[in-house]
């Protein structure tokens, strides 16, 4: 019985520390990556840094308009870091951390 409860407990605090976990290692990599990045950094090693480091991106299509976005989170169900980089010319112009719930 003891052994049930031991094992019933473990199980419960692995499932309540687990997606804390997951956000908050996902808030020290959108960081890490926002940190690397400055102003008129070419895009395509924004990119090539998000890749390395395991981050999901998601890019604007080419259109009329001059400014593009490149949007890169990583997080866990409803609770999401991203970085929304805005590019004109292939060069960073602004970039922006924030919490998605």
Known sequence: MKRKTIIVIVVLILLLVYPFW???????????FSQQIS??????????????LNLNIIKSRKN???????VVWDGWAFARWTCFVSYEK??????KVLFLD
Do not use: C, F, W
């Open 39 to 52: 102003m008129g950094t070419p895009i395509e090693t924004a990119e090539s840094l998000a890749l390395k």
């Open 64 to 70: 009329d308009s001059k400014l593009m976005t490149l």
């Open 90 to 95: 292939n060069k960073v112009v602004e970039k």
């Open 22 to 32: 997951r956000v908050n290692k996902a808030k020290i990599r959108i960081n890490h």
